[in-house]
């Protein structure tokens, strides 16, 4: 399978955006999807998941309560809903999708085999 990001830009804090991640093989709920971020210079991080099994979400505190998750099984799209945009939260955001990880793995980026391109989120203050 592969993985197509898409969404970043440039919006000032407070704002929204709105990441999709589509995949090129059916079903997408076969796969544990999340989402990863990086800044120049530092390590990948965490950001949010969706299990493969029961769709159940997690996501990194520092976005719990700003960013939600979806799965569109119609579109084979995991989506990144992005409000109350900080300047920290700018960074590159990856989709990484994985059949096999656990749920004590789901935060660690070297669980998923499968990733994106990268799109680019710009927060200015």
């Known amino acids: 399978v592969q993985l197509q990001a898409s969404g970043g830009g440039l919006v000032q804090a407070g704002g929204s955006l709105r990441l999709s991640c589509v995949a090129s093989e059916r079903p997408s709920s076969g796969y544990t999807v999340a989402w990863f971020r990086q800044e120049p210079g530092k390590e990948r991080e965490f950001v949010a998941a969706i299990r493969r099994s029961g769709g159940h979400t997690y996501f990194a505190e520092s976005v719990k309560g700003r960013f939600s998750v979806s799965r569109d099984t119609a579109t084979n799209t995991v989506s990144l809903q992005m409000n109350s945009l900080k300047p920290e939260d700018t960074a590159t955001y990856y989709c990484?999708?994985?059949?096999?990880?656990?749920?004590?793995?789901?935060?660690?980026?070297?669980?998923?085999?499968?990733w994106g391109q990268g799109t680019l989120v710009t927060v200015s203050s």
């Open positions: 990484a999708a994985s059949s096999t990880v656990i749920l004590s793995a789901l935060r660690q980026s070297e669980a998923y085999g499968i």
